[in-house]
């Protein structure tokens, strides 16, 4: 059984559970609806990183993210993890596959301001 303890709202589902609680919700509160939105959001990377963790390769890590982002793939990745990174590894990778690049690289530059969605992710909570 695979721990999924490391995510907020990812737990080894198929299919996104937030996107059938916004279907059933019908009353909810512009908060509420947001919230929901968000999570669902926030389910879908937190799976992403689940699927490409488990597929990719170290060169992957290495290769495809900032220079930051890289240079710390590096120094964890090592020794014993020539091909891929090991679960022992897994919640460092993600720390910095969220921190460094989702949260900087991909979303702050897709939708521009003040790191608006690392601050609903960890305000959000389930």
Not at 21 to 30: A, P, R
């Amino acid at each position: 059984m695979k721990d999924f303890s490391m995510y907020r709202y990812f737990r080894g589902e198929t299919e996104n559970p937030f996107e059938q609680l916004q279907k059933d919700e019908c009353n909810l509160s512009e908060n509420e609806a947001k919230r929901l939105q968000n999570c669902k959001m926030f389910w879908f990377y937190e799976s992403v990183f689940e699927t490409i963790f488990n597929r990719e390769t170290n060169s992957y890590w290495r290769n495809n993210f900032n220079v930051y982002v890289q240079e710390t793939c590096k120094r964890i990745l090592h020794g014993t993890d020539k091909e891929k990174p090991t679960e022992s590894n897994k919640a460092t990778v993600f720390d910095i596959w969220l921190n460094d690049y989702l949260f900087v690289d991909k979303l702050d530059i897709e939708y521009g301001g003040d790191n608006w969605y690392k601050k609903e992710y960890y305000k959000n909570s389930l």
